[in-house]
Protein backbone atom coordinates (compact mmCIF):
# COMPACT_ATOMS: atom_id res chain seq x y z
CA UNK A 1 0.00 0.00 0.00
CA UNK A 2 2.04 2.91 -1.43
CA UNK A 3 -1.10 5.46 -1.01
CA UNK A 4 0.16 7.24 2.43
CA UNK A 5 3.13 9.27 3.64
CA UNK A 6 6.65 8.10 3.50
CA UNK A 7 6.37 7.94 7.27
CA UNK A 8 3.59 5.85 7.29
CA UNK A 9 5.11 3.46 5.49
CA UNK A 10 8.14 3.43 7.22
CA UNK A 11 6.82 2.34 10.58
CA UNK A 12 4.21 0.17 8.90
CA UNK A 13 5.76 -2.69 10.19
CA UNK A 14 7.17 -0.94 13.34
CA UNK A 15 6.45 -3.81 15.99
CA UNK A 16 8.16 -6.53 13.88
CA UNK A 17 11.40 -4.33 14.35
CA UNK A 18 10.92 -1.53 17.07
CA UNK A 19 13.92 -3.78 18.94
CA UNK A 20 16.10 -4.17 15.77
CA UNK A 21 19.11 -2.50 15.15
CA UNK A 22 17.74 0.77 12.69
CA UNK A 23 21.45 2.54 11.91
CA UNK A 24 24.87 2.47 12.95
CA UNK A 25 26.98 5.87 12.86
CA UNK A 26 30.25 6.09 13.79
CA UNK A 27 30.73 3.49 16.78
CA UNK A 28 26.80 3.39 17.92
CA UNK A 29 23.49 1.21 16.71
CA UNK A 30 20.57 3.08 17.51
CA UNK A 31 17.54 1.45 17.50
CA UNK A 32 14.04 1.42 15.54
CA UNK A 33 12.59 2.79 18.97
CA UNK A 34 15.10 4.96 19.06
CA UNK A 35 14.41 6.42 16.01
CA UNK A 36 11.08 6.60 15.95
CA UNK A 37 10.99 8.17 18.90
CA UNK A 38 13.38 10.61 18.24
CA UNK A 39 11.48 11.68 14.61
CA UNK A 40 8.40 12.14 16.85
CA UNK A 41 10.15 14.74 18.98
CA UNK A 42 11.34 16.43 16.63
CA UNK A 43 7.79 16.51 14.42
CA UNK A 44 6.58 18.11 17.43
CA UNK A 45 9.50 20.51 17.54
CA UNK A 46 8.42 21.78 14.31
CA UNK A 47 4.91 22.12 14.87
CA UNK A 48 6.17 24.41 17.65
CA UNK A 49 8.46 26.10 15.44
CA UNK A 50 5.03 27.14 13.73
CA UNK A 51 5.40 24.70 10.76
CA UNK A 52 2.24 23.48 9.16
CA UNK A 53 1.53 20.93 6.29
CA UNK A 54 2.57 22.25 3.10
CA UNK A 55 4.98 24.49 4.45
CA UNK A 56 8.87 24.09 2.57
CA UNK A 57 11.85 23.07 5.62
CA UNK A 58 15.45 23.31 4.04
CA UNK A 59 17.56 20.52 4.82
CA UNK A 60 21.13 20.78 4.04
CA UNK A 61 22.89 17.59 6.10
CA UNK A 62 25.47 14.91 5.16
CA UNK A 63 25.16 11.50 5.74
CA UNK A 64 24.76 11.68 9.88
CA UNK A 65 21.23 10.33 12.03
CA UNK A 66 19.87 13.91 12.12
CA UNK A 67 19.27 14.17 8.14
CA UNK A 68 16.77 11.23 8.57
CA UNK A 69 15.21 12.60 11.65
CA UNK A 70 14.78 15.67 10.37
CA UNK A 71 13.39 14.23 7.07
CA UNK A 72 10.56 11.68 8.19
CA UNK A 73 9.20 14.37 10.82
CA UNK A 74 9.07 17.00 8.13
CA UNK A 75 7.14 14.43 6.51
CA UNK A 76 4.93 13.14 9.10
CA UNK A 77 3.60 16.42 9.55
CA UNK A 78 2.72 16.92 6.06
CA UNK A 79 5.54 19.80 5.45
CA UNK A 80 7.88 19.58 2.19
CA UNK A 81 11.46 18.46 2.30
CA UNK A 82 13.81 20.67 0.30
CA UNK A 83 16.80 18.66 -0.19
CA UNK A 84 20.07 20.90 -0.60
CA UNK A 85 23.57 19.22 -0.68
CA UNK A 86 25.46 20.88 2.16
CA UNK A 87 28.29 21.89 -0.16
CA UNK A 88 26.91 24.38 -2.24
CA UNK A 89 27.65 27.93 -1.89
CA UNK A 90 25.94 30.33 -0.17
CA UNK A 91 24.67 32.32 -3.26
CA UNK A 92 23.18 28.83 -4.14
CA UNK A 93 21.53 27.67 -0.85
CA UNK A 94 19.90 31.15 -0.25
CA UNK A 95 18.64 30.81 -3.96
CA UNK A 96 16.89 27.28 -3.06
CA UNK A 97 15.51 28.67 -0.01
CA UNK A 98 13.73 31.57 -1.52
CA UNK A 99 12.55 30.06 -4.76
CA UNK A 100 11.16 27.25 -2.36
CA UNK A 101 9.87 29.75 0.71
CA UNK A 102 11.43 27.97 2.54
CA UNK A 103 10.20 28.50 6.56
CA UNK A 104 13.20 26.65 8.39
CA UNK A 105 16.97 25.34 7.44
CA UNK A 106 18.75 22.50 9.35
CA UNK A 107 22.44 22.60 8.77
CA UNK A 108 25.73 21.26 9.70
CA UNK A 109 27.49 23.16 12.27
CA UNK A 110 30.92 23.01 10.63
CA UNK A 111 29.50 24.19 7.06
CA UNK A 112 27.19 26.43 8.62
CA UNK A 113 30.09 28.00 10.29
CA UNK A 114 31.55 29.62 6.96
CA UNK A 115 27.84 31.57 6.04
CA UNK A 116 26.67 32.11 9.72
CA UNK A 117 26.37 35.40 9.64
CA UNK A 118 24.95 36.02 6.28
CA UNK A 119 22.47 33.63 6.91
CA UNK A 120 21.06 35.67 9.71
CA UNK A 121 21.71 39.23 8.14
CA UNK A 122 18.99 37.57 5.26
CA UNK A 123 16.36 36.41 7.71
CA UNK A 124 16.73 33.00 7.55
CA UNK A 125 15.71 30.94 10.91
CA UNK A 126 18.40 28.01 11.13
CA UNK A 127 18.45 24.85 13.14
CA UNK A 128 22.18 24.04 14.05
CA UNK A 129 23.25 20.37 13.56
CA UNK A 130 26.26 18.22 14.94
CA UNK A 131 27.90 15.41 15.09
CA UNK A 132 28.15 15.08 18.54
CA UNK A 133 24.29 15.44 19.02
CA UNK A 134 24.34 11.38 19.32
CA UNK A 135 27.30 11.65 21.57
CA UNK A 136 27.43 11.30 25.62
CA UNK A 137 28.14 14.91 27.62
CA UNK A 138 32.01 12.89 28.31
CA UNK A 139 32.48 11.87 24.76
CA UNK A 140 31.12 15.47 23.33
CA UNK A 141 33.75 17.23 25.66
CA UNK A 142 36.40 15.62 23.75
CA UNK A 143 34.76 15.78 20.29
CA UNK A 144 34.53 19.78 21.22
CA UNK A 145 37.68 20.45 23.00
CA UNK A 146 40.44 18.06 21.24
CA UNK A 147 38.22 18.03 17.10
CA UNK A 148 40.04 19.27 14.40
CA UNK A 149 37.92 21.85 13.55
CA UNK A 150 36.02 24.20 16.29
CA UNK A 151 33.12 26.77 15.01
CA UNK A 152 33.87 30.38 15.53
CA UNK A 153 31.06 32.25 13.98
CA UNK A 154 27.94 30.58 15.33
CA UNK A 155 25.98 32.71 18.00
CA UNK A 156 24.54 30.39 20.36
CA UNK A 157 21.54 33.20 20.49
CA UNK A 158 20.61 33.55 17.03
CA UNK A 159 19.71 30.22 16.12
CA UNK A 160 18.15 26.72 17.49
CA UNK A 161 19.97 23.89 17.78
CA UNK A 162 19.15 20.08 17.31
CA UNK A 163 19.96 19.18 20.38
CA UNK A 164 16.57 20.92 21.70
CA UNK A 165 14.54 19.07 19.07
CA UNK A 166 15.23 16.02 20.45
CA UNK A 167 14.10 16.61 23.91
CA UNK A 168 10.79 18.38 22.69
CA UNK A 169 7.91 16.78 24.59
CA UNK A 170 5.57 14.40 22.52
CA UNK A 171 2.34 15.81 21.92
CA UNK A 172 -0.32 14.35 19.25
CA UNK A 173 0.11 15.74 15.94
CA UNK A 174 -3.46 15.58 14.14
CA UNK A 175 -2.65 15.87 10.05
CA UNK A 176 -4.25 14.50 7.46
CA UNK A 177 -1.27 13.00 4.91
CA UNK A 178 -1.68 10.99 1.57
CA UNK A 179 0.52 9.14 -0.83
CA UNK A 180 0.01 12.24 -3.64
CA UNK A 181 1.24 14.73 -1.27
CA UNK A 182 4.55 16.72 -2.53
CA UNK A 183 6.71 15.17 -0.31
CA UNK A 184 10.24 16.26 -1.47
CA UNK A 185 12.04 18.95 -3.40
CA UNK A 186 14.91 17.15 -5.05
CA UNK A 187 17.16 19.93 -7.48
CA UNK A 188 18.78 17.96 -10.10
CA UNK A 189 22.66 17.68 -10.64
CA UNK A 190 23.09 19.55 -13.52
CA UNK A 191 25.70 18.05 -15.22
CA UNK A 192 24.93 19.00 -18.28
CA UNK A 193 22.27 21.42 -17.95
CA UNK A 194 20.94 24.32 -15.69
CA UNK A 195 20.11 22.23 -12.78
CA UNK A 196 15.98 21.95 -11.67
CA UNK A 197 13.76 21.19 -9.04
CA UNK A 198 11.64 18.41 -9.09
CA UNK A 199 8.71 17.93 -7.32
CA UNK A 200 8.16 14.32 -5.97
CA UNK A 201 5.29 12.51 -4.14
CA UNK A 202 4.92 10.19 -1.29
CA UNK A 203 3.66 7.56 -3.18
CA UNK A 204 6.83 7.77 -5.53
CA UNK A 205 9.27 6.79 -2.61
CA UNK A 206 7.20 4.45 -1.60
CA UNK A 207 6.85 2.38 -5.13
CA UNK A 208 10.65 2.85 -5.66
CA UNK A 209 10.79 1.00 -1.64
CA UNK A 210 8.29 -1.94 -2.63
CA UNK A 211 10.27 -2.70 -6.24
CA UNK A 212 13.84 -2.02 -4.81
CA UNK A 213 12.92 -4.53 -1.96
CA UNK A 214 11.10 -7.07 -4.60
CA UNK A 215 14.49 -7.22 -6.91
CA UNK A 216 16.47 -8.50 -3.94
CA UNK A 217 17.22 -12.41 -4.71
CA UNK A 218 15.31 -12.77 -1.03
CA UNK A 219 11.99 -11.24 -1.98
CA UNK A 220 10.35 -8.70 0.74
CA UNK A 221 11.80 -10.35 4.28
CA UNK A 222 12.21 -8.23 7.07
CA UNK A 223 16.37 -7.72 6.30
CA UNK A 224 16.48 -8.13 10.43
CA UNK A 225 20.52 -8.32 10.86
CA UNK A 226 21.65 -7.49 7.65
CA UNK A 227 23.09 -4.17 7.08
CA UNK A 228 22.99 -1.72 3.96
CA UNK A 229 25.55 0.71 3.48
CA UNK A 230 24.21 3.94 3.41
CA UNK A 231 27.19 6.07 1.19
CA UNK A 232 24.58 7.92 -1.36
CA UNK A 233 23.07 10.70 0.74
CA UNK A 234 19.89 11.87 1.51
CA UNK A 235 19.81 14.64 -0.85
CA UNK A 236 20.57 12.76 -3.75
CA UNK A 237 17.06 10.51 -5.02
CA UNK A 238 18.71 7.36 -5.29
CA UNK A 239 20.37 7.93 -2.07
CA UNK A 240 17.11 8.92 -0.06
CA UNK A 241 14.80 6.69 -2.31
CA UNK A 242 16.87 3.28 -2.25
CA UNK A 243 19.79 3.49 0.58
CA UNK A 244 17.30 5.13 3.25
CA UNK A 245 13.41 4.92 2.62
CA UNK A 246 13.70 1.21 1.12
CA UNK A 247 16.46 -0.15 3.64
CA UNK A 248 15.16 1.24 6.88
CA UNK A 249 11.10 0.69 5.56
CA UNK A 250 11.99 -3.10 5.65
CA UNK A 251 13.93 -3.03 8.93
CA UNK A 252 17.49 -3.44 7.25
CA UNK A 253 20.58 -1.76 9.40
CA UNK A 254 21.39 1.60 7.33
CA UNK A 255 25.54 1.87 8.09
CA UNK A 256 25.90 5.76 7.43
CA UNK A 257 28.89 6.86 5.66
CA UNK A 258 29.03 10.37 6.78
CA UNK A 259 31.24 11.22 3.80
CA UNK A 260 32.65 9.67 0.37
CA UNK A 261 35.78 7.12 1.92
CA UNK A 262 36.43 4.40 -0.10
CA UNK A 263 38.80 3.47 2.22
CA UNK A 264 36.05 3.94 5.27
CA UNK A 265 33.33 2.30 2.96
CA UNK A 266 36.09 -1.20 2.68
CA UNK A 267 36.47 -1.12 6.08
CA UNK A 268 32.63 -0.95 7.19
CA UNK A 269 32.41 -3.99 4.69
CA UNK A 270 34.47 -5.84 6.73
CA UNK A 271 33.31 -4.88 10.15
CA UNK A 272 29.73 -5.10 10.06
CA UNK A 273 27.77 -7.66 8.61
CA UNK A 274 26.95 -5.49 5.10
CA UNK A 275 24.79 -7.35 2.79
CA UNK A 276 23.63 -4.69 0.76
CA UNK A 277 25.61 -1.67 -1.40
CA UNK A 278 23.47 0.98 -3.65
CA UNK A 279 26.41 3.15 -5.31
CA UNK A 280 27.30 5.06 -8.47
CA UNK A 281 30.13 3.98 -10.47
CA UNK A 282 32.76 6.49 -9.08
CA UNK A 283 32.00 4.84 -5.52
CA UNK A 284 32.73 0.85 -6.74
CA UNK A 285 35.94 2.03 -8.88
CA UNK A 286 37.31 3.68 -5.81
CA UNK A 287 36.22 0.72 -3.59
CA UNK A 288 38.06 -2.63 -5.78
CA UNK A 289 41.57 -0.04 -5.46
CA UNK A 290 41.35 -0.66 -2.26
CA UNK A 291 43.82 -3.85 -1.02
CA UNK A 292 41.38 -4.14 2.08
CA UNK A 293 38.53 -4.85 -0.31
CA UNK A 294 39.15 -8.28 -0.72
CA UNK A 295 38.75 -11.01 1.53
CA UNK A 296 36.56 -13.42 3.19
CA UNK A 297 34.21 -10.67 4.28
CA UNK A 298 32.59 -10.25 0.59
CA UNK A 299 30.94 -13.95 1.10
CA UNK A 300 28.30 -11.73 2.82
CA UNK A 301 27.89 -9.28 0.43
CA UNK A 302 24.54 -10.20 -1.26
CA UNK A 303 23.20 -7.48 -3.80
CA UNK A 304 25.36 -4.76 -5.32
CA UNK A 305 23.67 -1.84 -7.41
CA UNK A 306 25.34 0.51 -9.18
CA UNK A 307 23.28 3.71 -10.72
CA UNK A 308 23.39 7.19 -11.18
CA UNK A 309 26.02 7.22 -14.14
CA UNK A 310 26.86 4.50 -16.72
CA UNK A 311 28.78 1.45 -15.24
CA UNK A 312 31.58 0.50 -17.56
CA UNK A 313 31.87 -3.11 -18.13
CA UNK A 314 35.73 -3.40 -16.78
CA UNK A 315 34.61 -2.19 -13.87
CA UNK A 316 32.07 -4.54 -13.35
CA UNK A 317 34.45 -7.15 -14.67
CA UNK A 318 36.82 -6.14 -12.41
CA UNK A 319 34.36 -6.12 -9.25
CA UNK A 320 32.47 -9.43 -10.06
CA UNK A 321 35.95 -11.30 -10.56
CA UNK A 322 37.22 -10.26 -7.60
CA UNK A 323 33.95 -11.05 -5.33
CA UNK A 324 34.09 -14.73 -7.11
CA UNK A 325 37.61 -15.19 -5.72
CA UNK A 326 36.98 -14.71 -2.10
CA UNK A 327 33.76 -17.12 -2.31
CA UNK A 328 31.39 -14.30 -2.87
CA UNK A 329 28.02 -15.11 -5.01
CA UNK A 330 27.49 -11.01 -5.24
CA UNK A 331 27.83 -10.01 -8.86
CA UNK A 332 27.65 -5.55 -9.88
CA UNK A 333 23.99 -5.07 -11.34
CA UNK A 334 23.73 -1.96 -13.32
CA UNK A 335 20.65 -0.24 -12.87
CA UNK A 336 18.62 3.11 -14.20
CA UNK A 337 16.87 5.96 -12.97
CA UNK A 338 16.51 9.76 -12.76
CA UNK A 339 15.75 12.38 -10.19
CA UNK A 340 12.55 13.38 -12.03
CA UNK A 341 11.01 9.66 -11.19
CA UNK A 342 12.43 9.44 -7.85
CA UNK A 343 15.67 7.62 -8.34
CA UNK A 344 14.93 3.74 -9.72
CA UNK A 345 13.41 2.91 -13.10
CA UNK A 346 14.92 -0.21 -14.05
CA UNK A 347 17.85 -3.07 -12.92
CA UNK A 348 19.17 -6.01 -13.75
CA UNK A 349 18.33 -9.05 -11.24
CA UNK A 350 19.84 -12.77 -10.74
CA UNK A 351 16.48 -14.06 -13.01
CA UNK A 352 16.52 -11.07 -15.69
CA UNK A 353 19.74 -9.48 -17.25
CA UNK A 354 21.01 -8.75 -20.39
CA UNK A 355 25.40 -7.88 -20.76
CA UNK A 356 24.74 -3.87 -21.77
CA UNK A 357 21.30 -3.43 -20.68
CA UNK A 358 20.44 -1.37 -17.78
CA UNK A 359 17.87 -3.96 -17.21
CA UNK A 360 14.32 -4.33 -17.25
CA UNK A 361 11.84 -1.58 -16.02
CA UNK A 362 10.68 -2.49 -12.39
CA UNK A 363 6.84 -2.87 -10.92
CA UNK A 364 4.52 -1.19 -13.69
CA UNK A 365 6.96 1.49 -14.63
CA UNK A 366 6.95 1.55 -18.73
CA UNK A 367 9.63 2.79 -20.91
CA UNK A 368 9.59 3.49 -24.43
CA UNK A 369 11.83 5.04 -26.87
CA UNK A 370 10.20 8.68 -29.04
CA UNK A 371 11.72 10.04 -32.39
CA UNK A 372 11.87 13.81 -32.29
CA UNK A 373 8.64 14.18 -33.22
CA UNK A 374 6.83 12.32 -30.55
CA UNK A 375 6.14 9.29 -32.06
CA UNK A 376 6.86 5.98 -30.26
CA UNK A 377 9.73 4.23 -32.28
CA UNK A 378 9.44 0.19 -33.03
CA UNK A 379 11.52 -1.94 -30.55
CA UNK A 380 15.08 -1.90 -31.20
CA UNK A 381 14.96 1.71 -32.21
CA UNK A 382 17.04 4.45 -31.06
CA UNK A 383 15.34 7.64 -29.33
CA UNK A 384 14.90 9.38 -26.24
CA UNK A 385 13.88 7.05 -23.42
CA UNK A 386 10.63 8.51 -21.89
CA UNK A 387 8.75 6.81 -18.65
CA UNK A 388 5.46 6.29 -17.16
CA UNK A 389 5.47 5.31 -13.47
CA UNK A 390 3.74 5.96 -10.00
CA UNK A 391 6.96 7.06 -9.23
CA UNK A 392 7.20 10.21 -11.90
CA UNK A 393 7.13 13.41 -10.16
CA UNK A 394 4.26 15.72 -9.92
CA UNK A 395 6.19 18.60 -11.76
CA UNK A 396 8.89 20.99 -11.83
CA UNK A 397 8.93 24.17 -9.05
CA UNK A 398 8.06 27.01 -10.88
CA UNK A 399 7.34 29.96 -8.72
CA UNK A 400 4.85 29.17 -6.19
CA UNK A 401 3.46 26.59 -8.99
CA UNK A 402 4.66 23.10 -10.81
CA UNK A 403 5.10 23.35 -13.94
CA UNK A 404 4.53 20.05 -16.67
CA UNK A 405 8.15 20.76 -18.58
CA UNK A 406 9.44 17.18 -19.72
CA UNK A 407 5.61 15.54 -18.89
CA UNK A 408 3.09 14.94 -21.78
CA UNK A 409 -0.05 12.17 -21.97
CA UNK A 410 0.50 8.48 -24.14
CA UNK A 411 -1.55 6.21 -24.52
CA UNK A 412 -3.70 7.32 -21.42
CA UNK A 413 -0.19 6.85 -19.49
CA UNK A 414 1.91 10.15 -17.71
CA UNK A 415 5.66 10.24 -19.37
CA UNK A 416 8.51 12.21 -18.12
CA UNK A 417 10.86 12.98 -21.24
CA UNK A 418 14.50 11.45 -19.40
CA UNK A 419 17.13 13.52 -21.91
CA UNK A 420 18.61 10.00 -22.34
CA UNK A 421 18.83 8.54 -25.37
CA UNK A 422 18.63 4.84 -26.18
CA UNK A 423 16.30 1.92 -26.88
CA UNK A 424 14.12 -1.41 -25.65
CA UNK A 425 14.73 -4.28 -27.16
CA UNK A 426 12.02 -7.42 -28.28
CA UNK A 427 12.32 -8.52 -24.16
CA UNK A 428 12.02 -5.52 -22.47
CA UNK A 429 15.70 -4.57 -21.49
CA UNK A 430 16.63 -0.98 -21.82
CA UNK A 431 19.47 0.00 -23.63
CA UNK A 432 21.07 3.50 -21.90
CA UNK A 433 23.29 5.18 -25.24
CA UNK A 434 24.04 8.64 -23.83
CA UNK A 435 23.25 11.62 -21.94
CA UNK A 436 21.08 13.87 -25.62
CA UNK A 437 22.92 16.47 -24.29
CA UNK A 438 26.29 14.59 -24.67
CA UNK A 439 25.69 13.42 -28.39
CA UNK A 440 28.06 14.90 -30.56
CA UNK A 441 27.92 16.12 -33.94
CA UNK A 442 31.62 15.34 -35.82
CA UNK A 443 30.92 16.27 -39.54
CA UNK A 444 27.71 15.86 -39.20
CA UNK A 445 27.60 12.57 -37.58
CA UNK A 446 25.87 11.32 -34.64
CA UNK A 447 29.05 11.08 -32.27
CA UNK A 448 28.22 8.55 -28.73
CA UNK A 449 31.28 9.50 -26.71
CA UNK A 450 29.96 6.48 -24.75
CA UNK A 451 30.96 3.99 -27.10
CA UNK A 452 35.03 5.83 -27.07
CA UNK A 453 34.79 5.61 -23.54
CA UNK A 454 33.63 2.14 -23.05
CA UNK A 455 36.71 1.14 -25.72
CA UNK A 456 39.29 2.98 -23.75
CA UNK A 457 38.37 1.52 -20.40
CA UNK A 458 38.71 -1.84 -21.40
CA UNK A 459 42.75 -1.22 -22.17
CA UNK A 460 44.77 -2.07 -19.31
CA UNK A 461 46.10 0.73 -17.02
CA UNK A 462 43.73 3.43 -17.57
CA UNK A 463 41.81 3.95 -14.13
CA UNK A 464 39.30 6.40 -15.56
CA UNK A 465 38.24 8.36 -18.38
CA UNK A 466 36.00 10.50 -20.08
CA UNK A 467 35.47 11.75 -24.03
CA UNK A 468 33.66 14.86 -24.99
CA UNK A 469 33.99 16.94 -27.44
CA UNK A 470 35.96 20.02 -28.31
CA UNK A 471 35.72 22.92 -30.78
CA UNK A 472 38.35 22.47 -33.65
CA UNK A 473 39.02 25.25 -36.12
CA UNK A 474 38.93 23.32 -39.41
CA UNK A 475 36.24 20.58 -38.54
CA UNK A 476 34.06 22.80 -35.95
CA UNK A 477 34.39 19.51 -33.24
CA UNK A 478 36.37 16.50 -32.33
CA UNK A 479 36.44 14.11 -29.68
CA UNK A 480 38.94 14.44 -26.91
CA UNK A 481 39.67 11.73 -24.39
CA UNK A 482 40.70 12.77 -20.76
CA UNK A 483 42.42 10.07 -19.12
CA UNK A 484 43.05 8.64 -15.76
CA UNK A 485 46.40 6.02 -15.69
CA UNK A 486 46.68 3.44 -12.40
CA UNK A 487 49.80 4.09 -10.64
CA UNK A 488 52.81 3.26 -12.19
CA UNK A 489 52.06 2.79 -15.60
CA UNK A 490 54.36 4.31 -18.54
CA UNK A 491 51.86 7.15 -19.61
CA UNK A 492 53.66 7.30 -23.58
CA UNK A 493 53.10 4.05 -24.18
CA UNK A 494 49.53 4.29 -22.89
CA UNK A 495 47.92 6.74 -24.59
CA UNK A 496 49.42 4.41 -27.96
CA UNK A 497 48.06 1.15 -26.70
CA UNK A 498 44.87 3.56 -26.22
CA UNK A 499 44.73 5.04 -30.14
CA UNK A 500 45.35 1.69 -31.52
CA UNK A 501 42.11 0.49 -29.94
CA UNK A 502 40.54 2.98 -31.13
CA UNK A 503 41.52 3.33 -34.28
CA UNK A 504 40.94 -0.64 -34.50
CA UNK A 505 37.31 -0.34 -32.64
CA UNK A 506 35.94 3.13 -33.55
CA UNK A 507 34.86 4.74 -36.91
CA UNK A 508 36.72 8.24 -37.45
CA UNK A 509 34.15 10.40 -36.01
CA UNK A 510 34.40 8.59 -33.03
CA UNK A 511 37.68 8.28 -32.49
CA UNK A 512 39.54 10.93 -30.00
CA UNK A 513 41.65 13.21 -31.98
CA UNK A 514 43.27 14.52 -28.58
CA UNK A 515 44.22 13.28 -25.28
CA UNK A 516 44.93 14.02 -21.61
CA UNK A 517 46.21 12.69 -19.36
CA UNK A 518 44.42 14.10 -15.51
CA UNK A 519 45.31 12.77 -11.90
CA UNK A 520 41.49 12.67 -11.49
CA UNK A 521 38.36 13.69 -13.36
CA UNK A 522 36.55 15.81 -11.97
CA UNK A 523 33.11 15.02 -10.19
CA UNK A 524 29.53 17.20 -9.25
CA UNK A 525 29.02 16.87 -5.78
CA UNK A 526 26.77 13.59 -6.55
CA UNK A 527 29.59 11.77 -7.05
CA UNK A 528 29.16 12.14 -11.49
CA UNK A 529 31.75 13.02 -13.88
CA UNK A 530 31.45 16.74 -14.44
CA UNK A 531 31.70 16.99 -18.09
CA UNK A 532 30.85 20.78 -18.02
CA UNK A 533 34.53 21.10 -16.10
CA UNK A 534 36.46 19.61 -18.50
CA UNK A 535 38.12 21.78 -21.18
Request: proline share 3%; net charge positive.
Amino acid sequence: MINKSMYDFLFANYNDKKNDVAICFLYKNFSYRFLKDEIDRVACFLVEQGIKKGDVVTVALPNIPSSVSVFYAVNKIGAIANMVHPLVPYALLKERMQQTNSKLLFAFDLLLDAYFNELINDGFKVVVCKANDYLTDFESFFYTHFGKKRCKNIDKTKCLFFKNAQKTKLFNIRVKTCGNDVAVIMHSSGTTDKSKSACLSNEGFNYVANNVIDVLPWGSKLGKGMASLAVLPTFHAFGLGVSTHTMLSFGYQSVMIPKYSAKLIVKKIRQKNVGIIAGVPTMFAGMVEQKAFKGKKLKKLKFAFCGGDKLANSLKNKFDTIVARYGGSCVLDEGYGLTEASGVLCVNTRKAQKQGSVGKPVGDTVVVAFDEKGKPLQNGTMGELCVSSPAVMKGYLQGDKLADDGLFVFDDKRFVKTGDFGYVDEQGFVFFKQRQKRIEKVSGVNVFPAEAEQVILQVEGVKACCVKGVSHSAKGVVMKAFVVADNGVDQNALICKIKDECNEKLDKWTQPKFYELLNDLPLTPFGKIDYKALR
